[in-house]
């Protein structure tokens, strides 16, 4: 992201959790908490598909919140398997609506933080539920995703996804009736296809 990204902690279960805050030109008109691929794997806040997942949602005017799991970088606590990440997820979303509670919240996550993403939002769907889910390359033949989600949910999926075959997303998505984009010709990392995958984002934002 850009140089003015400004970097924090907040209070997590398993002790500090590392975040990155991009702030919209004016006043936030919402916020997002985005949540990043396996840790094990790689994955970090500062994977170039949670920052452009930022970038997008800082074009829609939010203020764009970005974490690194427990284990990874300076968060403290170490991998618990995806039971305590989302324990995690929830820490930082309880720190963002404290701080702007009037906000509307967003929760988006790519790959394995599509998992996390989708079982915070079950969890607030009761009593505070988030404003709209977004899922890209969610880690659906991986580990047992919500059986549905919001019917407003934007999942985006890469045609020849090779971690996440296509047809599991399409699978879970079916008994839901639910949308999911596919951009032709696209892996699960979205090389070379990320201003086309911030611009399906922002696109349909709107509709």
Known sequence: MKSDTRLTTVAGPAGPIDCAVD???????????LCHPHPQHGGTMDNKVVQTLARAFVELGYRAVRFNFRGVG??????????GEIDDALAVIAWQRAAAPDLPLALAGFSFGGYIAAMAASRLAALAPVERLVLVGPAISRFEMPAAVAPDTLVIHGEVDEVVPLAATLDWARPQTLPVIVLPGVGHFFHGQLTLLKQQLVQAWHV
């Open 23 to 33: 702030e919209p030109k004016t006043a936030p008109r919402g916020l997002a908490v």
């Open 74 to 83: 300076g968060s403290a606590g170490v991998w618990d398997d995806g039971r």
